[in-house]
């Protein structure tokens, strides 16, 4: 079946700008998690979805948000973009939001801000 | 201080040599998972170890979850190019609603 799909691949922004992107769950799939990967910080949480309500979120500012749909897909925002926000930035999904289950990731977008 | 520390930070060997990396806490896992991350790629799940002093094996890898379940190791055995890539341990202590991952090895195995 079909992985977990993230758009788009790679994004190169402006400084103050604003970035959404996108995730698709695995079919069956309700708990959405996304992910900063950075060299220096490693694999940090931001937040997870399921059933459309946000059920955790790790510490990042309020410009960092997201939303997830009746399909499941998941899209996050970051509003007025740092250079500090250059990352790789990494959608999983899982069946349900216990934090032991298996995450199945997408291959990331990776933004990067000039 | 990470919750979750990987050693070495740093591997480069040659192809045919055994390697050992860990995933330290001083916090208590139900279980513990393994990635294996490649050059743009997402992680992806090799094992998840949940009995105290549990041994899993994957062909040429071995996975420990130590009897305090705080710690875990992964063996390989005979390394080969296709197994370089970043190796990453990850779990939810105690009642934790959501994983956390430990920072990573990255193993570079040479020709």
């Known amino acids: 079946k079909a992985g977990v799909t993230q758009t788009p691949r790679y994004l190169i922004k402006t400084r103050g700008q604003q970035v959404t992107l996108s995730c698709s769950p695995i079919s069956g799939h309700r708990s959405v998690s996304w992910y900063q990967q950075t060299p220096g910080q490693g694999l940090q949480f931001l937040f997870e979805?399921?059933?459309?309500?946000?059920?955790n979120k790790g510490n990042f500012p309020g410009r960092f948000s997201g939303r997830q749909f009746s399909n499941s897909r998941s899209e996050m925002n970051v509003s007025t973009l740092e250079l500090g926000d250059s990352a790789l930035y990494l959608c999983?999904?899982?069946?349900?939001?216990?934090?032991?289950?298996?995450?199945?990731f997408g291959d990331g977008t990776r933004l990067s801000i000039l | 201080t990470q919750l979750l520390e990987q050693s070495p930070q740093f591997l480069s060997i040659q192809e045919g040599e055994n390697l050992t990396v860990y995933c330290n806490s001083s916090?208590?896992?139900?279980?513990l998972q393994w990635y294996r991350q490649e050059p743009g790629e997402g992680p992806v799940l090799l094992v998840t170890v949940v009995t105290g002093g549990e041994v899993k094996k994957l062909k040429r890898l071995t996975f420990q979850f130590g009897d305090a379940r705080k710690d875990s190791s992964l063996h390989i055995t005979a390394a080969q190019p296709g197994d370089t890539g970043l190796y990453l341990c990850?779990?939810?202590?105690?009642?934790?609603?959501?994983?956390?991952f430990g920072s990573g090895t990255q193993l570079t195995v040479l020709p």
């Open positions: 979805y399921f059933s459309e309500t946000q059920r």
């Open positions: 990850a779990g939810a202590p105690g009642s934790a609603r959501q994983l956390t």
């Open positions: 916090s208590v896992f139900s279980s």
């Open positions: 999983a999904s899982s069946l349900v939001p216990e934090g032991n289950q298996p995450q199945h």
